[in-house]
């Protein structure tokens, strides 16, 4: 909804994992090159402990993207699995041919080290990936220490990475699983991020995004958003995202603190606009039934007063629409307008460039706004280098651009030659947009 406002190409805070937009700071990059080491090295268990939404699963991701070609990954995802399965479920990843209803754990424990062996033989490394860890029962703790025995003279056969939560620590001090913490020779910690770095992580999911380097938070909304998110990266992507959401809906060019508390707000308020139509809907349904029992109760009688009330019952099953405001009332063309708004579909086929810069945005009620606008930008001559762009959105926006350049350089300079007048709308440089947005 708020893409084209701001000038991007697609969603900047998605919360889906997506490794072609990882973000290597706040220590994630270098965690991500030391387990790719300790893989290299063969030794050991590792051991990834991060709060939820701190960015385990992306990292897992990247491991799987950036691990050498002959490394073969099994993952678990399935936590819970009991102790007994778990031999079950290696095997049945690597494609070994067990049947867990005829074969003892001894015997499938024996076939999975015979494959293990075969894939060493053949250059492969296997490491197995657990995630949820801090939700596997004890026993099954214990079997993955047994595992880890697997191994040739020199080298593990199953090399182990374990990803949870802080409660994965506490799981491992259980002292039936002791011996499981004298394996683990790695250990990385996913810290939450600071504001400052949550301003990087900001910038660089917007610059992924199509951004074109404009500062679209402030700081003093960055460092409520990293205040509120407590630093983790999935919280700080659905707060951004409704912030941005809010900036769009408000027509303010920049994200602010009022947009960051507007998305705080928003599962309150969205409850209570929910909590006060289901209570409308039931009142009108009660005082329906009752209106219409009067009614046949008084008809039987051959009472003729009761008509009000029945015209009354109609209005709640099929209201009478009121009429509009003069604010909601449609706009009368204006000629400028109306020009440019013809005129932008030809200005999108014709012109070659790939900057233009963003002067004003208003919404699709402000035609007179907008229309007041131009005719002031044609008193300082430069009616011909603006277009006019309507969104096909629900409120149906207006967006006003400026000249059309090649080269970003050449946008830059233009902006920064832009007459006071102009500048101070908050204009931007963005992409000329596309007709397949349209």
Known sequence: MYLDYFGLQKKPFGITPDTSIFFAGAERGDILQAILYALKSGEGIVKVVGEVGSGKTMLSRMLANNAPSNTVFVF?????????????????????????????????????????????????RVVLVIDEAQQMPLSTLEEIRLL???????????????????????????????????????????????????ASYLAFRLERAGSQG?????????KLLSKRSNGTLR??????????????????VQVDVKQVKAALNDGKKQLV????????????????????????????LGDKTTEPYLQLAHSLIEPVPAPLSADLMPKPKVSLLTAKLESFEQWQQQSQA?????????????????????????????????????????????????????KHSDALKALKNLPLKLKKFGPYISTVPKLSRQ
């Open 76 to 124: 678990l995802i399935n936590p819970s699995i009991q102790a007994d399965q778990i031999v079950y479920a290696i095997a049945h990843d690597l494609g070994l041919n067990v049947d867990k209803l005829v074969e003892q754990p001894i015997q499938v424990l024996h076939c999975l080290q015979r494959g293990l062996f075969e894939l060493h033989q053949a250059g492969k």
């Open 148 to 198: 880890s025995n697997l191994e040739t003279e020199t080298e593990k056969l199953l090399q182990i990475i374990m990803f949870g939560q802080p409660e994965l620590d506490q799981h491992i001090d259980t002292p039936s699983v002791r011996q499981l913490r004298e394996r683990i020779t790695y250990e990385f910690y996913l810290s939450p991020l600071s504001w400052e770095m949550a």
């Open 214 to 222: 404009r500062e679209v938070f402030t700081s003093s909304a960055i």
């Open 235 to 252: 919280r700080l992507n659905v707060l951004a995202d409704k912030a941005l959401l809010a900036a769009f809906l408000q027509k303010s």
């Open 273 to 300: 606009i929910n909590s006060s139509r289901y209570l409308t809907a039931s009142l009108s349904g009660v005082l329906l039934v009752l209106l219409l029992a009067w009614y046949g109760f008084s008809s039987l």
């Open 354 to 406: 790939q900057y233009t810069i963003r002067l004003l945005a208003a919404a699709g009620d402000k035609a007179g706004l907008v229309e007041t606008f131009l005719r002031r930008v044609q008193n300082l001559g430069d009616i011909a280098y603006l277009q006019v762009y309507r969104l096909e959105s629900k409120n149906q926006d207006y967006i006003v651009y400026y000249g059309e350049f090649l």
